[in-house]
């Protein structure tokens, strides 16, 4: 699994960027994929995951009804669509891949990392 994130940019409040995480390495499989942010100064959070077969999406609560996350595994992709964008959302986002479902929004539990794409909202 090679992850690149891509997408980044930057936005006025309230509008809309789609990140993509793409595998260039082998199959997703059977991971779980999530993001992460980090703002300067501040520690990587979770942002979203969804489950391998796309069963299971989960989000922190500050981003939950605005981002969206989603997956095409035939095409070893992971997409986080970010809507109503806010100052609070500016970060560098990372995309990763984690083995177990039940610790997507354990950072240290993830085995592949992207390289972190930089969103920048300004008010």
């Known amino acids: 699994v090679q992850l690149q994130a891509s997408g980044g940019g930057f936005v006025q409040t309230g509008g809309s960027l789609r990140l993509s995480c793409l595998n260039s390495?082998?199959?997703?499989?059977?991971?779980?994929m999530g993001w992460f942010r980090q703002a300067p100064g501040k520690e990587r959070e979770f942002v979203a995951a969804i489950s391998d077969g796309s069963f299971i999406t989960i989000y922190r609560d500050s981003v939950q009804g605005r981002f969206t996350i989603s997956r095409d595994d035939a095409n070893n992709t992971v997409f986080l669509q970010m809507n109503s964008l806010t100052p609070d959302d500016t970060a560098v986002y990372y995309c990763?891949?984690?083995?177990?479902?039940?610790?997507?929004?354990?950072?240290?539990?993830?085995?592949?990392w992207g390289q972190g794409t930089l969103v920048t909202v300004s008010s």
């Open positions: 990763g891949a984690a083995p177990l479902w039940r610790f997507v929004k354990v950072k240290s539990k993830y085995r592949y």
């Open positions: 390495g082998h199959t997703f499989g059977t991971y779980s």
